[in-house]
């Protein structure tokens, strides 16, 4: 990106010098030839300026072309371009310049004329980064992509936590350190995420399970919000989060970047470094990227988090080979995670959580410190990637990708005697297969037809507490999907088929069961986008997609420690279904004000959720019970975002989502749904500051507010009503420094910066705790030239 | 009609490129089976650090009028939450005699004493008791190794004859790292057992 900036930065510089010049030729070439059906040399003139759509600026240089006949024509100093001697007839006008959009304009010409013709400035081209939206998107379902600074900013931070920084994302908590991506209220199984291009397999069911990917190696991350079934498997019911490493290098050298970042609040210190590099003779590329983390307990604004450290170590490799017809990629990364779960949190019965939201505080608090005791969690998650390419002439290219993943989830309870043994220990063993023919357009058409394959053994070590039973699942899947584009319309359609047996290995009491279930499972879409104008794109999509229950869903029994509950399955359960529309307006490409507003609407039939219920006895006291049940459910919401370049200098952002779900056969709310939450963010350019050292530098500000959830009741929060709703201000510095031949990037980040006190609706420990207090992030970035060929 | 004809070609190179994939296929599914076709049944899993069975031996002291009774009252659950109902006992005393009680804390699934469990780490544990509906005292006397109250064991003085029967409540609390103190008391700390027996003075 840098790269083709600066190149552009030459091509202006260029025009510029070669558009002052005094003698410009205006008629480039004039090869009208005679036979070309429009009479020649009539005597009529085409003229006026280029200029910029938005500050009326003339484009001296633009370029301006005639098809027939064959004439093109620059502008010249004032913008000014003509063409002469046309006869009377219908022209076509396409302009071009540096950093706009080409555009045509076509005109009936009776007698000679004057045409201003407007360019828009292309956003995508002269922004090293892009915010959401402004006609990126290239498909009628709403994304939200984190790149560029937005996600420098949120380095650091897990990957649920960072993808909050998208509108219509929020995240369910276990404490500070476990946090899981929420889409549109939904969340768990019904969001896939993508790492890499690979369906990442965890033990997704958990809400305290976070996901076993290294945000740091992300170069962007995108979520797809509503069903998303056809092309990543019909579970897709919330949406779906694809987190990309950056394409490997594509220039021969070697080089790389060393990334230390810092944290006040918990005494966070992580260094992250790459490597990468390409052969000179061979078309091989390479890429190593590593990470390390270690933090200590976070602290609340009046007490010390017990037990909230955490620790993690990621190593991830690719080998990448390119040639014209073919390609292939081999990937394998590594991450392991320690993460301490707050003492207090830990309520054995009905009354010891009935005590712990009696208190003020939790129960222990204790000191600072890096250790990590029970109850805590260590998962190991492996991921074995290949991916070949086949370039099927000039009409498409066939890709096939195969993962294997290793998912070890350890989870520590607190015990009354010494031991080192996991009182939960889960493995579970995933090969993917995806073949997918991606076809170039065809007159309109373009689009992808493929089939995929998911194979899952899931055991768990003998001797640990009983939770999930054994289970081995094979899912195999068909889809096909074509848009179709023409001038301002594009539609797509698309279709899905998940076959999907599930054999489980399940004890009723000494004796083991072993049920076999069949699920068929069709997905479908539609969608349209239509640009209203320039500016403005109205795209909205219909999706059907049908998600089969999973293994815990319909097996689940034990004890969950921390809400004091015992969890049931029901062996009986079948799929849900939903029926997802949603209609974005999109103002794009503007260069004082751009926004976004989705509307969406989701019906599910079958949903299937966990209904607390009546207590049961245990030897150690009363225990709330869980219960998996079916019933239709209703999401709808909307999501907007806002861009206000109030001057050149300085923008404001706003982002603002709500939500409602209701279970429509109970008339009651559904717990754990995101309350209404704004945030608005003041951001100052201020450039080089005057220094030849400096670039990039900006100051910002903003807040984000919270609502309390209203929308609750006895059924979605029998124990305790939600928290009261929160201000949180936050602010971010940064800037690149050039030291000797090197340009760091440099940036301070603050969250809650009045360290206010206050618990979070969707944080599964509000029970016990408040939310983080004041913390400020620093993050350096060395960027590593090692070798340049 | 162009279409068609790409559409067709394209049919007969997709046919050909699917070859390689269904063997890759079958390779695939070799190579799982092979390496991770865990067909083991797994055995039945014993919950860890589970007590299935508490116990109250309440015997009179000397002082007890003669033929007074051994008292014992067990709440047995072997399969924990779910399965089958806890089967509780019941205390049926004599009015005005002090008894020397004795808890007993079993896992009968992996037939271990709990009792032993909880001596060895008598500075982390402690026993309260709570009667309701009936005129019984009961004081702890044994004492762990901070010199503070354990109530594995304790005496129990009863007094007037009820005619509802009552109930007797014995909480076990974790009380680790320091939880438990001179002041801690049955809010503090984690909840190992909390079991009630229906109580009748005679």
Not at chain 1, 523 to 535: E, P, T, V
Not at chain 1, 595 to 621: F, K, M, R, T
Not at chain 2, 168 to 186: C, M
Request: one cysteine or more; charged letters at 20%.
């Amino acid at each position: 990106m840098l790269k083709t900036n600066k190149l552009q930065g030459l091509l202006l510089v260029l025009v510029f010098t070669l558009g002052s010049q005094t003698v410009w030729a205006q008629e480039l070439t004039n090869t009208a030839d005679t036979n070309s059906g429009i009479e020649q040399d009539c005597g009529l003139t085409i003229s006026g300026k280029v200029i910029d759509h938005d500050t009326r600026e003339p484009l001296i240089g633009a370029t301006v072309h005639l098809d027939q006949p064959d004439m093109s024509a620059v502008a010249d100093e004032y913008g000014n371009y003509h063409f002469h001697h046309l006869c009377q007839g219908t022209y076509t006008l396409k302009v071009s310049y540096v950093g706009y959009k080409e555009e045509s304009f076509t005109y009936k010409i009776t007698a000679s004329s004057v045409r201003d013709l407007q360019l828009h400035a292309d956003t995508k081209l002269l922004k090293a980064v892009e915010v959401t939206g402004a006609h990126l998107t290239e498909q009628a379902q709403a994304t939200a992509t984190l790149s560029g600074r937005e996600l420098e900013e949120t380095r650091g931070l897990s990957l649920g936590e960072s993808l909050k920084a998208l509108t219509g994302v929020s995240s369910i908590q276990t404490g500070p350190n476990v946090s899981k991506p929420v889409i549109h209220g939904l969340f768990g199984n019904r969001v896939l995420l993508l790492n890499n291009g690979v369906r990442h397999e965890s033990q997704q069911w958990g809400n305290e399970h976070a996901p076993e990917i290294d945000p740091l190696n992300a170069q962007e991350m995108t979520v797809v919000k509503g069903a998303s079934g056809v092309r990543y498997g019909s579970d897709a019911i919330g949406g779906v989060v694809l987190v990309n490493p950056k394409p490997l290098p594509d220039s021969a050298g070697v080089k790389g970047k060393v990334s230390l970042i810092g944290s006040t609040n918990n005494r966070m210190g992580t260094v992250a470094g790459m490597l990468e590099g390409k052969l000179s003779q061979l078309p091989l590329s390479w890429r190593v990227h590593t990470s390390v983390k270690k933090a200590g307990s976070a602290q609340a604004p009046d007490y010390n988090l017990k037990n909230t450290g955490f620790e993690e170590q990621n190593l991830a490799t690719t080998l990448g080979y390119k040639q014209a017809k073919f390609g292939a990629e081999l990937y394998y990364s590594y991450f392991h995670t320690k993460i301490g779960i707050l003492s207090s949190s830990h309520a054995e019965n009905l009354t010891d959580l009935n005590n712990a939201i009696g208190r003020e505080r939790p129960e222990q608090i204790g000191e600072f410190s890096y250790d990590i005791n029970r109850p805590y969690q260590d998962v190991t998650h492996h991921l074995l990637k290949a991916k070949g390419t086949y370039k099927t002439g000039d009409v498409g290219e066939l890709q096939f990708t195969y993962g294997f993943q290793q998912n070890l989830r350890d989870e520590y309870d607190v015990l009354r005697q010494a031991s080192n043994k996991p009182q939960l220990s889960l493995k579970l063993l995933t090969h993917s297969t995806e073949l997918v023919w991606e076809h170039k357009p065809i007159s309109n058409f373009s689009g992808s037809i493929g089939t995929t394959t998911l194979w899952q053994d899931n055991t768990y070590a003998q001797g640990s507490r009983y939770l999930l039973p054994y289970y081995q699942n094979f899912t195999a899947g068909i889809f096909w999907m074509e848009k179709w584009r023409q001038d301002n319309l594009e539609l797509e359609a698309g279709v899905r088929y998940d076959h999907k047996n599930l054999n489980v290995k399940a004890f009723e009491g000494d004796e083991l069961l072993k049920p076999e279930y069949t699920f068929h499972n069709f997905s479908g879409s539609l969608g349209a986008m239509y640009d209203l104008g320039y500016h403005l794109t109205l795209s909205g999509n219909a999706s059907y997609a049908s998600r089969a229950p999973i293994a815990y869903e319909l097996f689940a029994r034990g004890k969950h420690n921390g809400t004091g509950s015992y969890e049931f399955g029901d062996p009986d359960l079948t799929s849900e279904n939903a029926i997802n529309t949603m209609v974005t307006l999109n103002y794009h490409s503007n260069y004082r004000f751009n926004s976004e507003l989705s509307l969406y609407n989701n019906y599910i039939s079958n949903y299937i959720y966990l209904q607390l219920g009546e207590p049961v006895l245990a030897v150690d006291g009363a225990y709330l019970t869980g219960y998996y049940k079916q019933a239709d459910a209703h999401f709808w919401g909307a999501d907007l975002s806002l861009q206000y370049n109030i001057t050149d200098m300085l923008s404001l952002d706003t982002k603002a989502s709500i939500v409602y779900a209701i279970n429509t056969e109970t008339d009651s709310y559904l717990p754990f749904i995101s309350p209404a939450r704004i945030d608005n963010t003041l951001r100052y350019s201020l450039g080089n500051l005057g220094s030849e050292k400096l670039s990039e530098t900006y100051i910002a500000a903003g807040g984000l507010l919270v609502d309390k959830q209203h929308r609750y009741d006895e059924q979605s929060d029998p124990l305790l009503s939600p928290p009261d709703g929160y201000f949180l201000l936050h602010a971010a510095v940064g800037t690149n420094i050039q030291v000797g031949n090197t340009t760091l990037d440099v940036s301070i980040t603050g969250n809650n910066l009045l360290n206010t006190s206050y618990r979070d609706y969707q944080n599964r420990l509000r029970y016990f705790t408040d939310e983080i207090g004041r913390t400020i992030m620093f993050r350096v970035g060395v960027p590593l030239n090692i070798k340049n060929s | 009609m162009f279409n068609k004809l790409i559409f067709n070609i394209h049919l007969n190179t997709m046919k050909k490129l699917f070859r390689p994939y269904l063997a890759f296929l079958l390779i695939g599914s070799l190579l799982t089976i092979s390496s991770c076709g865990n067909d083991d049944d797994p055995e039945p899993v014993n919950e860890e650090e589970l007590i299935t069975t508490v116990t109250i031996r309440l015997e009179p002291n000397e002082d007890a009028p003669k033929g007074t009774q051994t008292v014992e009252a067990t709440r047995r659950d072997v399969d924990g939450v779910g399965g089958t109902a806890p089967a509780i006992g019941s205390l049926v005393l004599q009015s005005g005699v002090t008894y020397n009680a004795t808890l007993t804390l079993q896992d009968e699934q992996a037939n271990e004493d709990i009792t032993e469990e909880i001596q060895e780490e008598n500075t982390e544990h402690q026993f309260f008791y709570e009667v309701t509906g009936a005129d019984v005292e009961v004081t702890p006397t044994d004492r762990d190794d901070n010199g503070r109250i354990l109530g594995i064991e304790s005496t129990v003085v009863t007094g007037a004859a009820t005619t509802t029967p009552g109930a007797l409540r014995i909480v076990l609390k974790h009380q680790p790292d320091g939880l438990k103190t001179d002041t801690s008391d049955i809010n503090t700390g984690e909840t190992d057992a909390d079991v009630s027996f229906p109580l009748s003075i005679e």
